[in-house]
């Protein structure tokens, strides 16, 4: 089995700064893709920024400039460097990866959620 275990999130001041983390552990073979989203009250999930294989990141237009995603391939392990946070930016943070597992096809994994509040 996979697990993604998210840490990091809470309540903020806007301009303030927060770094999430999510850690996968279990069998896996191979990381595709990871990245995080984020669901607000009675809206929608969307993409906040990911990464795949390689070098290529993508970022929701909202978070350009402001949040950077990395990763660290030997712990399995994502992150989301938030800065310059705004009251809009507050939800709920979904850590998601696309992975392999030993004799598995590649298949999506969501973490528990994180909130995080921007509110002074």
């Known amino acids: 089995q996979v697990q993604l275990v998210e840490s990091g999130g809470g309540l903020v001041q806007p301009g303030g700064s927060l770094r999430l983390s999510c850690a996968a552990s279990?069998?896996?073979?191979?990381?595709?893709?990871m990245g995080w989203y984020r669901q607000a009250p009675g809206k929608e999930r969307k993409l906040v920024a990911t990464f795949t294989r390689g070098t290529t990141t993508n970022y929701a237009d909202s978070v350009k400039g402001r949040f950077t995603v990395s990763r660290d391939d030997a712990k399995n392990t994502a992150y989301l460097q938030m800065n310059s946070l705004k009251p809009e930016d507050t939800a709920v943070y979904y850590c998601?990866?696309?992975?392999?597992?030993?004799?598995?096809?590649?298949?999506?994994?969501w973490g528990q959620g994180t909130q995080v509040t921007v509110s002074s």
């Open positions: 279990g069998s896996i073979f191979r990381i595709d893709a």
């Open positions: 998601y990866a696309n992975l392999l597992r030993f004799g598995h096809l590649p298949e999506d994994y």
